[in-house]
């Protein structure tokens, strides 16, 4: 599951289809804009846009949407103005949502995740109401053949990392946000190539589900993924 079961996300991620490509494309073009307009264009001078350069071409994006992307963010072509958003809510069986929005258009963002959660028996709550049950930081998901823990532990701790975590799936690293792309550099330096990174909302209680509940709540994130305006979703479903 989507959600509590971060490894199995990175199985979702690892499965895009060619019909969901753009899409992917979309997102980090937006992501891209973002970081130059906050950053400025050159990647040296800017880790965040540096770190999405870098899954960038991990998706095989095309360059020219790459730089079409920096230069509408440091406004040497003409663009929307997007604004970044987060939405909370709550899914079938009570599990908490936090939808992340990129958007130029803030009324039809807030319509377009209403409606798909209303429609999938969830309902938005207010700002504040979902996100306590979530640890908001920089989480890196690595797989046991890329790296041996001792090295990887040297790496993420001496870049500033709060944690690293051990389970039988891979390792976890955990950070402040503001360490993010000071940790996501050190990982590229040392050659330890992540399966997943990102600034993400990790739960820090979960809520059990069956397996009649997983397939709802599995529906409710690909109706909110499917979304143009939506960047991620996060959630605390348990699928023992």
Not at 4 to 12: A, D, E, G, L
Not at 65 to 75: E, S, Y
Not at 134 to 159: N, S, Y
Not at 226 to 239: I, K, M, P, R, Y
């Amino acid at each position: 599951m989507a959600g509590h079961n971060k490894w199995s996300k990175v199985k979702r991620l690892k499965a895009v289809t060619d019909s969901r490509r753009g899409k992917v494309f979309s997102r980090l073009s937006r992501d891209i804009t973002m970081a130059a307009k906050t950053g400025g264009g050159d990647p040296d001078a800017n880790a965040r846009l540096r770190t999405l350069l870098l899954k960038a071409r991990e998706a095989n994006m095309p360059v020219e949407n790459v730089d079409r992307a920096i230069k509408k963010g440091t406004g040497e072509l003409p663009g929307v103005v997007f604004e970044e958003m987060t939405y909370e809510g709550y899914g079938p069986g009570g599990i908490a949502f936090v939808v992340q929005t990129t958007t130029d258009n803030k009324t039809r963002a807030a319509k377009d995740v209403r409606a798909a959660f209303n429609g999938l028996g969830g309902n938005l709550a207010q700002t504040g109401s979902v996100s306590f049950q979530f640890l908001h930081a920089g989480q890196f998901l690595i797989t046991k053949d890329a790296v041996a823990e001792d090295k990887l532990m040297e790496v993420a701790l001496e870049a500033g990392a709060d944690d690293v975590l051990t389970t039988e799936h891979g390792y976890e690293v955990r950070c402040n946000i503001h360490a993010f792309d000071r940790i996501s550099h050190a990982l590229e330096q040392a050659s330890i190539k992540p399966a997943s990174s990102e600034i993400a909302y990790i739960p820090t209680t979960t809520v059990p589900i069956d397996t009649a509940g997983a397939a709802l709540i599995e529906q409710l994130h690909d109706a909110l993924e499917s979304l143009d305006d939506v960047q991620a979703v996060f959630s605390n479903e348990d699928l023992s």
